[in-house]
């Protein structure tokens, strides 16, 4: 028997909860994410956003739970610190990955659901994420937004122009991910990697899968 992911779990827990609330007696927000706390993970976060008017950029985000998941390339509590949303470092992450998603949810007062593949701060980054609006009979006050953190890459020095799928391929392939594991990581298909695996080789003229190992492994170590 297949045993439930702890994100999905939690996920759960919070969709649940959600589920027994009432527009018409809106709730607070610890009253969804309280029983799902204890269970967050170490790659999991927390956060709720508070909705102050019209303006996205001026709702406030605050952590509930930080993660415990660490990296040199990008300190995640920090960046996701109290603040309002027009104040993120980066605006644009905020404006393509987060803004229209809350905008939505907050519209519809319906939960989302997703993974999300992005760049912050020129960092590629990958993500599960549930968004919770309030159910309110007027406009939702808040919403929460939980996350499980996939994979947080640098970018190969290689190829500038490389998207956010090879980006990720590239990387995940350097620290010896098989085809099929880079597949499961992702979230694509094991046909999609091959693809997009020899489109690289064709274009670093690489002669297999080796050699463009060597050559993503040589970009880096002249990179460090």
């Keep these: 028997m297949t045993s439930e992911t702890p994100f999905a779990a939690v996920s759960r827990m919070m969709l649940d909860r959600w589920l027994k609330t009432d527009g018409q007696h809106p709730a607070t927000p610890d009253t969804v994410y309280q029983p799902a706390l204890d ?3 170490i790659k999991m976060r927390l956060t709720v956003f508070h909705i102050t008017g019209p303006d996205p950029l001026q709702w406030e985000m605050r952590a509930v739970r930080h993660s415990g ?3 040199r390339l990008l300190n995640i509590n920090q ?11 980066d605006r644009r992450y905020m404006e393509e990955a987060v803004i229209p998603r809350l905008l939505e949810v907050s519209r519809i007062q319906q939960p989302r659901i997703e993974l999300v ?3 912050l701060l020129g960092v590629s980054l990958g993500y599960d994420r549930i968004l919770l609006p309030q159910k309110n009979a007027e406009a939702p006050e808040w919403i929460i937004s939980s996350s499980y953190a996939r994979f947080l890459l640098s970018r190969p020095q290689e190829q500038a122009n490389l998207d956010v799928a090879d980006e990720a391929i590239t990387q995940l392939l350097v620290e010896g991910a098989t085809a099929k594991e880079i ?3 992702l979230g694509v298909s094991h046909r999609t990697v091959e693809h997009r695996l ?7 003229g690489a002669r297999n899968t080796v050699h463009l190992v060597a ?5 880096h170590i002249d990179r460090s």
């Design 215 to 219: 050559m993503l492994m040589a970009g």
């Design 79 to 89: 960046l996701f610190a109290d603040c309002r949303i027009g104040d993120f470092k």
């Design 69 to 71: 998941f660490t990296s």
């Design 198 to 204: 020899s489109r690289l080789k064709e274009r670093m």
């Design 39 to 41: 269970h967050l993970s």
């Design 117 to 119: 593949k992005t760049r």
């Design 183 to 185: 597949a499961a990581t």
